[in-house]
C-alpha cells in the first residue's frame, strides 16, 4: 500500500517562507510526475506547481516566481518552497503523485495559513 504524507504546514506572516514536504512510502518503482494542489475554504481545488520525472516544471501564474517544486526519488520526497506568502495563498496543501507502473495517490494534506 503506497501511502502519501505531508508535513511542513503551519502559520506564517505575510511576506514570510514555507517548506511543504511530501513523503511517499511503500512499495513502488518510482515517483513519475509530482504536483502540488491547494483548496481554499469555499473554493475548487487548484494546481499550484507540477513537476515531471524528467524535470519539466509548470506553475500557476500566482505563484510564478515565489514558489519552487523540487522532487527527489533518491528520498522518495516532492517538496515546495514557498516564499513571499500572501494570505491569498492560505489553503489545504495536497501533493499528488503518480507512480511508474501505477496509479496516482493523494496525500492527506496540510493546512497553510498567512496572516496579514
Known amino acids: 500500500q503506497v501511502r502519501l504524507v505531508e508535513s511542513g504546514g503551519g502559520l506564517v506572516q505575510a511576506g514570510g517562507s514555507l517548506r511543504l514536504s511530501c513523503a511517499a512510502s511503500?512499495?513502488?518503482?518510482?515517483?513519475?510526475?509530482m504536483a502540488w494542489y491547494r483548496q481554499a475554504p469555499g473554493k475548487q481545488r487548484e494546481l499550484v506547481a507540477a513537476i515531471t520525472n524528467g524535470g519539466t516544471t509548470n506553475y500557476a501564474d500566482s505563484v510564478k516566481g515565489r514558489f519552487t517544486i523540487s522532487g527527489d526519488n533518491a528520498k522518495s520526497t516532492v517538496n515546495l518552497q514557498m516564499s513571499s506568502l500572501r494570505p491569498e495563498d492560505t489553503a489545504v496543501y495536497y501533493c499528488?503523485?503518480?507512480?511508474?507502473?501505477?496509479?496516482?495517490?493523494w496525500g492527506q494534506g496540510t493546512q497553510v495559513t498567512v496572516s496579514s
Open positions: 499528488k503523485v503518480t507512480f511508474l507502473y501505477s496509479r496516482e495517490y
Open positions: 511503500g512499495t513502488f518503482f518510482r515517483l513519475n510526475d
